[in-house]
Each structure stands twice: as C-alpha cells, then as structure tokens.
Antibody, heavy 117, light 109 residues
C-alpha cells in the first residue's frame, strides 16, 4: 500500500521560509513523478508543483513560481517543498501526491502551514 | 490564466443520478486534457476516483463514471448513496506538466 507522509508544517511569520518534506514508502519512489497540492482553509484544492521521477524537470503554478521550489532525494525516498517569502495567503494544508502518467493517484494526509504574525 | 469551472453545489436524492461537469473558461475540454476526478470529504485527504476521462481508480464503485459531454468533462454518480455526500474536484492536464484544479462541487445526497 503506497504510503506518503508529509511533515514540516507549523506556524511561521510572514516573510520567512519553510521546507516541507514528504516521506514515501511501499513503492519504488525513484520511478514516479511527484506533486505538491495545497488547500487553504475552507477553500478548494490548488496544484502547486510537479517534479519528474529523476528530478531533472520541475514545473510550477504561476502563483508560486519563483518563491517555491520542489525537489527530491531518491536515496532517501523523500520529496521536498522549499517555500520562501511566505505570505498569509500561503496558509494551507499542503499535500504531496504521487503522479501516475497524467493524474495524481495516491495522496498523503497533509501538513498544515500557518503564516501569521 | 486558465480557469476550470465546476458547479458550486448540486443536490441528488438517494438512489438518484447526478452529473457534475468540468469546463474551461476558454475553450473545450477534450480527452487530451486527461480529465481526472477526486473526492474529498471534510477533514480528509482527497481520493482519486476517475482518471484519463473514464478509467475508475482501484476500489472505486462502478456507480461512478466519467465521460466527455459536449465541451466538458463529466462525472456521473448513478444510484447515489449517502456516503457520496462530499466535495468533488476535477483536474485538467494543460500540457508541459502543468495541471489545474477546478473549483470543486459540493454534492448533497
């Protein structure tokens, strides 16, 4: 059973940085692309970023391009999301999800990031 | 900017049939957008229902079906059950590894 566990969320001040992690298990992590998706309180899902299975290509939503960076360490079966210059509008639950061709097939339970002074 | 449109809310009677749609603010949805659908109950992570327009994910009941209707992707629930009361989101693949979520539909059973 595919298992994805996000971590690294918390309460941070505006303008600061935070790195989220997604630990993957029960599948060959290095063979799959991975996504980050977020959900603001009471709002819908927003796709943020995608990284190829080998990390050679990354793609971002316009809303986070230049501030967020997706990366991975296949030796540790871990996906990352580096978030810089955080704003109140970034307050959300952040999910990682495995990519299967052109859809997201398995999801983690999410980690909450709150940006507040 | 690409906007993916969904009905904000829809009601269906238990045992009834309901169709949710997923459109584009500019243009038509086609199979080349590889429409996928996700179910999310409050407080839970999303669950994948349908991908590549009409393929059911593993374990998804066959009362859920996907299609293209006119210029939109569609998710039909045939024989709705109380446990189907949830948010439903569509996602479109916009090429070059860019994806866009729809705004979501709340289904009341």
């Amino acid at each position: 059973q595919v298992h994805l566990v996000e971590s690294g969320g918390g309460v941070v001040q505006p303008g600061t940085s935070l790195r989220l992690s997604c630990s993957a298990s029960q599948f060959s992590f290095s063979s799959y692309g991975m996504h980050w998706v977020r959900q603001a309180p009471g709002k819908g899902l927003e796709w943020l970023a995608f990284i190829w299975y080998d990390g050679s290509n990354t793609h971002y939503a316009e809303s986070v391009k230049g501030r967020f960076t997706i990366s991975r360490d296949n030796s540790k079966n871990t996906l990352f999301l580096q978030m810089n210059n955080l704003r109140a509008g970034d307050t959300s639950v952040y999910y990682c999800a495995r990519a299967d061709t052109t859809h997201l097939d398995y999801w983690g339970q999410g980690t909450l990031v709150t940006v507040s002074s | 900017q690409t906007v993916v449109t969904q009905e904000p809310s829809i009601s269906v009677s238990p045992g009834g049939t309901v169709t949710l749609t997923c459109g584009l603010s500019s243009g038509s949805v086609s199979a080349s957008h590889y429409p996928s659908w996700y179910q999310q109950t409050p407080g839970q992570a999303p669950r994948t229902l349908i991908y590549s327009t009409k393929t059911r994910a593993s374990g998804v009941p066959d009362r859920f079906s996907g299609s293209i209707l006119g210029n939109k992707a569609a998710l039909t629930i045939t024989g709705a059950q109380s446990e189907d009361e949830s948010h439903y989101y569509c996602v479109l693949y916009m090429s070059r590894d860019i994806y866009v979520f729809g705004s979501g539909t709340w289904v009341t059973v």
